[in-house]
């Protein structure tokens, strides 16, 4: 209403000088703020829709069976009933441990080859740089499926079936594209004259990497490294495929909730709660970090 | 003691060559200036001496010993950036002192090694800024803070005073002229502006297209141009170049036809001159005088009143021509003028490019920038 009435105004044409020059910042001002508050309930509209999944299944974690079937209600006497039977059928942590173990093992494992190759190809450039990276790429389109079996069966020959070890190197390998990408581009955006300034006080290629290149793109290896987490932690096909017992991380844990007895919704939710309860704390303690190494580039 | 002489260097990017079998010879305590047009090749030929790239062809020898195959780091060198290219996360400290903590130096022995060198550029009261605390100017003299610390043998700047703005430029290329005194050093300077060139070199090494132009000092580059290129490449405004046709050639000269008519002797070497043939005669701005009775004659369209000194720049024909006059000219725009130059400062320039070269050795062409230096602290004293 308010922005048509101002239009109206400015448009008359005997309005005086002075609210000649004035008006038409006034709709302007207006429009802009109308923009801003519709952008920003879309924002909370989007954010509400992806959290809501995730706030009813903590919600149910608390109720008993009886109640997570029963008419959705968001009032009912919370109950930690679930969460009790739940650790009495399968030790939380040993999961736990699995999923920080391989999940943290891996970025590292990741980054540790990443960082010289991202290096040479951000530095050292050759013609088939470009291609090299593209290829990389590409096989994170294949589906992971496809080479299930002969994994499988590389996996069974080297014993590396349900171990830690195995799922580490299945996720370096996994994540290994995209962390060299990550790591590529911001290097790019580091000026070749430091490291050859470096070159030129001596430093040989690793005290170039050390003491120039990651502290200089420490925010870009961060994000990286935690967007690497992330997905490691996530991951659910190969954990499923490749582990049983002994090194299944939280993945397996919540679907081992899913099948024998049919569905007990209070219990897979209390599960599914403590698996994503941790990188969700650490999703959260991190986001600054995050923001600030996605945007690395664009805001510098 | 340290030298450099490069022989027939030659760099190549895949089939094109950037740098075409350059020969030159840099002598100790020199204050060598490569300057040329943006693309020239001067920038690359510092690399290859810093070991930065790689050399196609030929040798980098330094002290006597072959350099091609030894890394940056062991030729002994220091270099200055362009853009400072300092360590943005370390202070100005630990920027100046990151070469001696690599080489394994003690902390004290490096603390005071840096202190030495920050009281050289006054740079004491800044060493726990990080470079993004510090103004351009400041960052330079940390840049250059850095070189000094390790005690190289040779300087190598590049382009170091081009992202300064005019005045600090003017005050940065002092500090450089007396640094290079106190510390007696070999300096190589890569500079585009002819300006740093003549006011800094001992030696100054015109190139264009990867290959040397003249080699020179700033006196003989000015006074002698071996061709078109230097001759116009050298000194602000640009030198006029000036149609001319071969009337007489004798052992006093060469006798020209200048536009308008007038006949000129110009004192150069040019027995071999056809009579018809013709050249190009090239007279700096700054030699060209007003004169009513003078051979040329033109029509003034604009004028540059700088205070001292007017440039006028004058309709002859075709061709525009520059004047650097007296500060009180009376004249206006579109006056008729009459001008004309003393013979003895005049270049011809055959069909090739090439300058005739010149009867008489201006007096002042074997001056060095030494000679200014020990000139003005006799009259400091």
Not at chain 1, 24 to 36: A, D, H, S, W
Not at chain 1, 49 to 69: H, R, Y
Not at chain 1, 172 to 199: C, H, Q, S
Not at chain 2, 337 to 363: I, K
Request: net charge negative.
């Amino acid at each position: 209403m308010t922005t048509v009435r101002n239009k109206q105004l400015s448009s008359t044409p005997n309005a005086g000088l002075a609210t000649a020059t004035q008006a038409p910042g006034r709709p302007l001002v207006t429009t802009v703020n109308t923009k801003r508050l519709l952008l920003t309930a879309l924002g909370w509209v989007v954010a509400g829709t992806i959290f809501f999944p995730i706030f009813w299944m903590v919600l149910t974690g608390f109720k008993t069976e009886a109640a997570a079937i029963a008419d959705p209600s968001l009032i009912f006497s919370p109950t930690l009933d679930s969460y009790i039977e739940v650790q009495q059928r399968a030790d939380y942590f040993k999961f736990a441990m699995n999923s920080v173990v391989v999940a943290f093992g891996s970025t590292l494992l990741a980054l540790l080859i990443a960082i010289p190759s991202a290096y040479s190809m951000a530095f050292l450039p050759t013609k088939r740089t470009k291609g090299t990276l593209l290829w990389m790429l590409s096989t994170k389109m294949l589906p992971p499926v496809g080479v299930l079996v002969p994994i499988y069966l590389l996996f069974r020959d080297f014993g590396l079936l349900d171990t830690r070890t195995g799922l580490t190197i299945v996720y370096t390998l996994m994540n290994l594209p995209i962390v060299v990408w990550m790591l590529y581009t911001f290097f790019k955006d580091l000026p070749k004259d430091i490291l050859e300034a470096g070159r030129m006080d001596g430093a040989s290629t690793f005290q170039e990497v050390i003491f120039l290149l990651m502290p200089l793109t420490l925010p870009g290896i961060a994000s990286t490294g935690l967007l690497s987490v992330i997905l490691s932690w996530n991951e659910a096909f190969w954990s499923l495929n490749l582990t049983s017992s002994q090194a299944a991380p939280l993945t397996a844990y919540i679907a081992s909730f899913s099948s024998p007895e049919g569905l007990f919704w209070a219990k897979l939710s209390a599960a599914s709660t403590m698996a994503i309860a941790p990188i969700l704390v650490f999703g959260w303690l991190t986001q600054k970090q995050m923001v600030r190494g996605l945007t690395f580039g664009a805001v510098k | 003691m340290a030298t450099l002489q490069l022989k027939q260097i030659v760099k190549s990017f895949d089939d094109t060559q950037v740098i075409k079998g350059v020969d030159l010879e840099v002598n100790d305590r020199e204050f060598v200036v490569f300057v040329g047009p943006s693309g020239c090749g001067k920038s690359t030929l510092l690399r290859m001496i810093a070991g930065l790239e790689s050399t196609s062809d030929g040798d980098i020898v330094i002290d006597g010993q072959r350099m091609n195959d030894v890394g940056p780091a062991d030729r002994g060198l220091a270099m200055v950036f362009q853009s400072y290219a300092l360590y943005p996360h370390m202070t100005v400290e630990d920027n100046m002192g990151f070469s001696l903590r690599l080489a394994g130096v003690p902390k004290d022995e490096r603390r005071q090694k840096v202190l030495e060198a920050a009281r050289i550029l006054q740079l004491e009261p800044l060493l726990d800024r990080k470079p993004k605390a510090l103004s351009g100017g400041q960052r330079q003299r940390v840049a250059i803070g850095r070189a000094i610390v390790r005690n190289p043998s040779i300087f190598l700047f590049d382009e170091p005073l081009s992202n300064l703005d005019a005045a600090l430029r003017v005050q940065m290329r002092i500090e450089l002229a007396r640094l290079h005194e106190e510390l007696d050093a070999t300096m190589i300077y890569v500079t585009h502006d002819q300006i740093e060139a003549m006011t800094m070199a001992d030696k100054i090494v015109v190139l264009q297209g990867g290959v040397i132009e003249q080699v020179g000092s700033p006196m003989e580059l000015y006074h002698h141009p071996r061709n078109r290129f230097v001759a116009g490449f050298i000194g602000s405004p640009k030198m006029n170049f000036l149609d001319v046709q071969v009337v007489e050639a004798g052992a006093e000269g060469v006798s020209v036809c200048l536009p308008g008519g007038a006949v000129t002797q110009v004192p150069v070497e040019g027995k071999d001159q056809r009579v018809g043939a013709s050249l190009e005669l090239g007279i700096r701005p700054e030699h060209l005088v007003l004169d009513d009775e003078g051979a040329l004659t033109g029509q003034i369209q604009v004028l540059e009143r700088l205070g001292g000194q007017t440039s006028l720049y004058v309709q002859m024909g075709e061709l525009m021509v520059t004047i650097m006059a007296d500060g009180d000219v009376a004249h206006r725009v579109h006056d008729k003028v009459n001008f004309g130059f003393e013979a003895g400062r005049a270049h011809l320039f055959d069909a090739d490019g090439m300058a005739l070269p010149s009867l008489h050795q201006h007096p002042l062409a074997g001056l060095r920038r030494q000679d200014n230096r020990v000139s003005s602290e006799a009259s400091d004293q």
